[in-house]
Nanobody
Framework: QVQLVESGGGLVQAGGSLRLSCAAS????????IGWFRQAPGKEREIVAV????????RYADSVKGRFTISRDNAKNTVYLQMNSLKPEDTAVYSC?????????????????WGQGTQVTVSS
């Protein structure tokens, strides 16, 4: 069992930056692959970035490549999403999710544990 708590969302102007944090608790939390997903009103949930517990081969959605960076600190059981050059179309509820193993799946259905989500709003 893994519990996830996101923080760091808020309101920012276009071109600005935010850093989201996903704090994981529970036994062997550091052994899980963590993904960041987002869902905008009226749209389906989509992958933003994912990183395995080995830190290898983080994956990004094409829409955020070069602007967002995912990282993790296993000693702190925390995964970060640094978001730079934010655009209004990045506005969404951002959630982190965990799955066992090292596979960096982009399918939300492959993730068993979810945080409550944090709102990110980018104004133009």
């Amino acid at each position: 069992q893994v519990q996830l708590v996101e923080s760091g969302g808020g309101l920012v102007q276009a071109g600005g930056s935010l850093r989201l944090s996903c704090a994981a608790s529970g036994r062997t939390a550091s052994a899980y692959t963590i993904g960041w997903f987002r869902q905008a009103p009226g749209k389906e949930r989509e992958i933003v970035a994912v990183i395995s517990w080995t830190h290898s081969s983080p994956r990004y959605a094409d829409s955020v490549k070069g602007r967002f960076t995912i990282s993790r600190d296993n000693a702190k059981n925390t995964v970060y999403l640094q978001m730079n050059s934010l655009k209004p179309e990045d506005t969404a509820v951002y959630s982190c999710a965990a799955r066992s193993g090292s596979g960096t799946s982009s399918d939300p259905g492959d993730y068993a544990y979810w945080g409550q989500g944090t709102q990110v709003t980018v104004s133009s």
